[in-house]
């Protein structure tokens, strides 16, 4: 009789993103990497390839486009990790260092526990746009003071 595991069926994704192009790594439920390539780091591209395929689990580690991808990603039913970066000495240590090794490498971790990514969250649009605005105003809030109190220190 064979058994079927809600684990063994799953899909994994690793995603090391560059600016220009990010290297995907894709194991089946076994662990066998199943897929390997390079895509464009761009909103279409990432739709195109992620918008229709079967729901899996995806680790990326954060960065400068973590935010988005992430968003992205999740938008498309996906459950994503965003890994913390200074958390994978394994990663950042390895000998063998490359876009496609840190790939596989993220695509193995989330596989066996997530937890071991350090996983963070990035906080909202809306949230940051009003962190953002909040500093803005205490920025100006406090400009004339600070202009005063220049003056009175001058000697």
Not at 109 to 116: G, M
Not at 121 to 126: L, S
Request: with cysteine.
């Amino acid at each position: 009789m064979q058994t079927s595991n809600a684990a063994e069926s799953a899909t994994t994704i690793g995603i090391d993103v560059s600016d220009k192009y990010s290297r995907v790594c894709v194991l089946d439920g076994s662990g066998a990497v199943v897929e390997e390539g390079r895509m464009a780091t761009t909103g279409p591209a990432f739709r195109r390839r992620f918008s229709t395929a079967p729901r899996a689990r995806v680790a990326i580690e954060a960065g400068a486009h973590s935010a988005w991808i992430s968003r992205l990603l999740a938008e498309a039913g996906h459950e994503v990790i965003v890994a913390n970066p200074r958390r994978l000495r394994l990663i950042y240590e390895n000998d063998k260092k490359s876009d496609r090794v840190d790939a596989e490498w993220l695509a193995r971790v989330a596989r066996l526990d997530a937890t071991l990514l350090a996983p963070i969250r990035h906080i909202a649009r809306v949230r940051a746009k009003r962190r953002s605005l909040s500093c803005e105003r205490a920025t100006r809030s406090c400009a004339p003071a600070r202009s005063s109190l220049t003056t009175c220190a001058a000697p």
